[in-house]
């Protein structure tokens, strides 16, 4: 298992009151891979820098997480699929 800081942009379709729901969805998609998620910090809805699929915000979640290398392809199509994150960045923390 690795240490690695996830930051994803969900959509701005997806309301305050079902963010925790998203959250909860992305934690399914980690928990699936035999990861777990140590930390979520929430940065909040943000203006974009450029246009990602018509959407001009977003809101940022930068999560810490351990996970097994192998499955970070995985994790990082299962992401790719899902509407509600328009982008993500999987980096790994440390040696």
Known sequence: MRDYELV??????????????T??????????????????EQWGRRQLA???????????VLNQLKLDPSVTKQLEADLFLADEFIRHLLIKVGD
Do not use: C
């Open 23 to 40: 959250l909860q969805k992305l934690e399914g998609f980690i928990n699936a891979k035999g990861g777990s998620i140590t930390s979520v």
């Open 8 to 21: 994803v942009i969900v959509s701005p379709e997806v309301s305050d009151e079902t963010l925790p729901a």
């Open 50 to 60: 450029y246009p990602i699929d018509r959407f001009t915000e977003g809101t940022y």
